[in-house]
């Protein structure tokens, strides 16, 4: 008698280390399309991870197009490093009408050029749903934006939504610290630089995680410059909201937790919550 036994599923890694990385949602259910620079395309990958070889920092880029209304893509970061600040570009950004859920296992480091957040997903009249999660409870992120863009959430001008269900999550605005006068505008978490007069809302949902967040000229968790936050918490630890002032200049920074500088808050702080 012969027995056929079913091979094991494994989720398939991609390294990042090959080059730029575009996802978006597979034809079939729960699987994604995979294209990266030199390599075949993937048309229904299962599980997808993004990962490095090496622990040393790659400029290669992640793109999520979660493109139609009603396309889910799931990605998994896992022990991620990117540093795309060379290339002005975000390190990983998520884009469409869909929702995306992006899964955290082990320590992922994202760092972006000017005018893009670390992570970025800039909210439009039709922009889908980003959740940043970690199931395993194994993962954490650091993520940093370039000049004028939120550490998470949206880049220069732009509106960002973000909603983070669990993690060991660090975000930090952009800034050109370092120099005689620091400047930026973004918030840790939520929107990008509004200074422009246009974009830079936040709006951030928190109901689980970790979560240490820094603005400069933005909300620590909240809205950008010049513009609003709108952020609801109901779970999850706080360990710290700021918002860092320019040096030598007179102007502050923003809230803690709402609005950015010269912007409003409308904040929820309820349930099992701690700040």
Do not use: C
């Not at 979660?66 to 540093?83: P, Q, R, S």
């Not at 978490?189 to 400069?216: H, L, M, Q, R, S």
């Not at 609801?232 to 920074?253: E, R, W, Y």
């Amino acid at each position: 008698m012969l027995t056929t036994l079913a091979a094991p599923a494994f989720a398939k890694e991609w390294y990042i280390e090959d080059g730029d990385i575009v996802i978006s949602a597979g034809t079939e259910t729960g699987t994604n399309k995979v294209t990266q620079t030199g390599k075949e395309t993937v048309n229904n990958d299962k599980d997808t991870v993004i990962t490095n070889r090496e622990k040393n920092a790659s400029s290669n880029t992640v793109t999520i197009e979660a493109e139609n209304k009603g396309d889910k893509v799931e990605v998994t970061l896992k022990d991620l490093n990117i540093d795309a600040s060379s290339r002005s570009e975000a390190a990983v950004s998520v884009t469409g009408k869909g929702d995306t859920n992006i899964e955290l296992d082990g320590d992922n480091e994202l760092k972006s050029g000017a005018d893009h957040a670390g992570l970025e997903h800039n909210k439009t009249d039709t922009s889908g749903k980003l959740t940043i999660q970690d199931k395993n409870k194994n993962g954490s992120l650091d993520a940093t934006g370039g000049l004028h863009g939120a550490g998470i959430g949206g880049g220069n001008a732009q509106n960002g939504q973000v909603t983070i269900t669990g993690g060991d999550i660090t975000a930090t605005a952009g800034s050109t610290a370092g120099i005689h006068q620091t400047l930026g505008g973004g918030a840790g978490i939520g929107g990008g630089d509004g200074g422009a007069g246009k974009g830079g809302n936040g709006d951030v949902e928190i109901t689980g995680g970790t979560i240490t967040a820094t603005g400069v000229y933005g909300a620590g968790i909240g809205g950008g410059r010049s513009a609003d936050g709108d952020v609801t918490i109901s779970g999850g630890t706080i360990k710290k909201a700021t918002s860092v002032f320019p040096d030598n200049a007179s102007q502050p920074g923003g809230a803690g937790i709402g609005g950015g500088y010269a912007g409003n808050g409308n904040i929820i702080i309820k349930d099992d919550a701690v700040v």
